[in-house]
């Protein structure tokens, strides 16, 4: 077991690049990482890597040695998943990545009643719209809002995600109700910055002609909520997901326009790596989470938003 524990320290090592950071990793002093190390080379009676004062590599012996290592360990970790799903008890920490808005509006609250069924477990949830490696930041699952998930992960759909135009009632008392896309060009249109199609919004027509319409306004920003805000202060329209507004929509305090017009429509999806095994603690929230958003999404609940 204390061999065992030497590899472990090892391909820590290899994987955070240094023995300071893998012992940050580990909640160890760098010395005791040092000493785990030099302790397997010893045993091994060959040199694992290349210490110098700016950088740290992997002897000829050592590549080898690693890629078995992390191979090995891997297969430990699943057989105790596949033990932990026996036992059907999830448990230890789950670490997620999901988008700043939907996670704040539709993830943070759904986590009291998950962390209800399972009491052996423990979220930490990071708030993030840049698109983050999720094996090399340590993450089990990520909820990311895309047209095609990454195919080097797997990916199960959770939900549609539907976007509409849409802006206050007392914004439209003053400017007028848009009646078609092309009358988009005479409002102030405030836009989201990753959105790939920030100034030119597309339709579909009810008689199915595809429409690219430029739109242009004073106001850009990068979160969903801030955008929101903008639109109940009457500062333009937008084109936004219905998880953002819906409920808005639904008491009035925004109108959705061009509701006969479809427009754009992604998928929110669950990430996570493959595994042979899936662990318990993510299988438990996957599955969680899609009963929660199961058939027409109740943001989306007695709304017509042109996606039908």
Not at 147 to 156: F, K, N, Q, Y
Not at 166 to 183: L, V
Request: contains cysteine.
């Amino acid at each position: 077991m204390e061999r065992l524990g030497d590899i472990a320290v090892f391909v820590q090592v290899v994987d955070s690049g240094s023995f300071t950071a893998a012992a940050d990793r580990l909640g160890l002093s760098k010395a005791v990482v040092s000493k785990y190390v030099t302790r397997l080379e010893d045993h091994l009676g060959a040199r694992l890597l290349n210490r110098t004062t700016r950088r740290l590599s992997l002897t000829e012996v050592g590549r080898t040695f690693y890629a078995r290592s992390q191979a090995g360990l891997q297969e430990i970790e699943e057989a105790e998943a596949e033990v932990s799903r026996l036992q059907g008890a999830p448990r230890g920490t789950l670490r997620l990545n999901v988008p700043m808005s939907f996670g704040i509006l539709h993830i943070a609250p759904a986590i009291p009643e998950f962390l209800a069924r399972y009491p052996d477990l423990a979220v930490d949830m990071n708030l993030d719209d840049r698109q983050i490696d999720l094996i090399e930041e340590g993450f089990d699952l990520a909820i990311r809002i895309a047209e095609l998930p990454d195919s080097t992960l797997v990916a199960r759909r959770l939900a549609p995600c539907r976007h509409v135009v849409c802006g206050a009632p007392g914004y439209f008392q003053r400017h007028g109700i848009p009646r078609t896309p092309r009358e988009l060009g005479d409002h102030n249109a405030i836009t989201f910055q990753y959105q790939s199609s920030a100034r030119e919004w597309h339709f579909l027509a009810p008689d199915g002609a595809t429409l690219r319409v430029p739109i242009s306004g004073t106001i850009q920003m990068n979160n969903s909520l801030a955008l929101r805000e903008a639109l109940l202060h009457e500062a333009g329209i937008t084109l936004t997901p219905t998880f953002v507004v819906g409920a808005d929509i639904e008491a009035g305090r925004l109108q959705a326009v061009l509701t006969d017009y479809k427009t754009l429509e992604l998928s929110i999806y669950a990430i996570y790596p493959q595994h042979r095994h899936l662990s318990p603690k993510v299988r438990a929230f996957v599955d969680f989470i899609a009963e929660r958003f199961a058939g027409k999404p109740y943001w989306d609940l007695g709304q017509s938003v042109g996606n039908e």
